[in-house]
């Protein structure tokens, strides 16, 4: 067992952490402080190939494997988590599913723009009462005269504030539940596609969510993959979603550590550097310990998403792991800190707030656990 990245992955996270260094670390505060959403960092993110990372070249991507993008992720997150899920969004649920399930046309219009960072996506899957139980759409999909009217309400949609296209999930067969669901390609400026409520968040500020309400007509051509099965289809996106929202949780976990170790060396109490401590030692220790931990099931995860492996769960253990070692990782970075980390404004009083979504989105820890539980109790 080689668990060691290869010298071109190596380079890759070398050259997504300068980008990250120099171009997201400086507005990382200013997003989080005005809560607008970061177009101008999306914009040269996407010119340096970031958006389109698992995209195929002949799509306008880089053709990178899921490990190279999940180093890419964390990376940014330990400069903005905010720009890591936005990023995040629009490449693992939206570029890769239209890669996976679009017909020639549907690349044509979006997988090229998409993978260049020209064009953003939402995907637009919560609804009020379809969060964890997802399949409960209450969007129905109705045709009449060869033509879908989709009307409902989404909630939470991601990028939505500066998204060129939307997947959206609505029911075609009302008793199917997960069995009777369709994806849609949608564009925003699609007549009936209204922003209604922006959601004003805790953490991740700036990622442009949106609540859209919907009364559009759209035709065949927007069909994304077969009638009736876009249950699946967004399941198989969030697989690829689930390892970037763990590289993001750990690169926000490695942020609270960075601001943990450089505090504790400065930071004077009784006369010594409270690294001198051994309980912030210990503090240190486990933090890094977890981060580490939580790293190899995501390089894990992210590897058998690359060989195509049919069972998702790693995706699920790697999230779970990865989102509460972060969060932990954030509370002690707080305690060493104290109150100069409590602080309004300052970074680990910001990482404090952002980690906490990654426990929420795409899956509660709770939806992994039951993921997981299942497909434990199943396979053995
Ligand atoms: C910042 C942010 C961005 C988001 N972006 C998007 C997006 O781009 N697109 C999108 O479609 N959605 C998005 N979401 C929505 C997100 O996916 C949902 O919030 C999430 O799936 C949880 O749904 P819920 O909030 O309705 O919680 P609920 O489903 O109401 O759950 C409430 C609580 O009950 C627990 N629970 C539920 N069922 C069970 C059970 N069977 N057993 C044990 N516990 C259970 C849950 O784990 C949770 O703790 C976003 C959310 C946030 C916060």
Not at 45 to 53: D, K, S, T, Y
């Amino acid at each position: 067992m080689v668990l060691e990245l290869t010298p071109e992955q190596q380079a890759f996270k070398k050259s997504v952490e300068r980008f990250a260094r120099e171009v997201v670390a400086p507005r990382a505060a200013a997003i989080d402080e005005s809560g607008d959403y970061p177009l101008d960092v999306m914009r040269a993110a996407g010119a340096r190939g970031l958006l389109g990372i698992t995209i195929p070249h002949a799509w306008g991507g880089s053709g990178l494997d899921c490990v190279s993008y999940a180093l890419a992720i964390e990376a940014i997150a330990r400069a903005s988590a905010t720009v890591a899920v936005a990023l995040s969004v629009s490449t693992s649920l939206v570029a890769e599913l239209i890669a996976h399930a679009g017909s020639e046309r549907q690349k044509q219009q979006w997988l090229r723009a998409l993978a260049r960072g020209e064009a953003i996506g939402a995907f637009a899957l919560s609804e009020i009462d379809a969060g964890t139980d997802a399949a409960n759409q209450k969007t129905r999909a109705t045709k009449s005269g060869g033509r879908y009217r989709i009307t409902g309400r989404k909630v939470w949609v991601a990028n939505a504030d500066a998204a060129s296209v939307a997947i959206v999930f609505a029911s075609t067969r009302p008793d199917a539940r997960s069995h009777g669901v369709t994806a849609f390609l949608v564009p925003m400026d699609t007549p009936g596609v209204t922003r209604s409520a922006r959601a004003d968040s805790l953490g991740v500020r700036g990622l442009g969510c949106q609540d859209l309400e919907l009364d559009v007509t759209v035709g065949d051509a927007a069909v994304l993959g077969p009638v009736d099965e876009g249950f699946r289809l967004a399941m198989w996106a969030l697989r690829g979603g689930r390892v970037a929202i763990a590289a993001q949780a750990l690169g926000i976990g490695e942020a609270a550590l960075d601001e943990a170790i450089a505090y504790a060396k400065r930071r004077e109490v009784f006369g010594q550097p409270i690294a001198s401590y051994q309980a912030i030692q210990w503090m240190l220790a486990d933090m890094a310990t977890e981060l580490g931990a939580a790293r190899m099931l995501t390089w894990k995860a992210a590897a058998s998403k690359d060989r195509q492996d049919k069972d998702m769960v790693d995706a699920s253990m790697a999230k779970l792991a990865a989102s509460e070692a972060a969060h932990r990782a954030a509370d002690k970075a707080m305690q060493i800190l104290a109150s100069a980390g409590y602080r309004r404004g300052s970074t680990v009083e910001r990482l404090f707030r952002d980690v906490r979504a990654t426990e929420i989105y795409q899956g509660t820890s709770e939806a992994q656990r039951m993921i997981i539980a299942a497909s434990i109790l199943t396979n053995s």
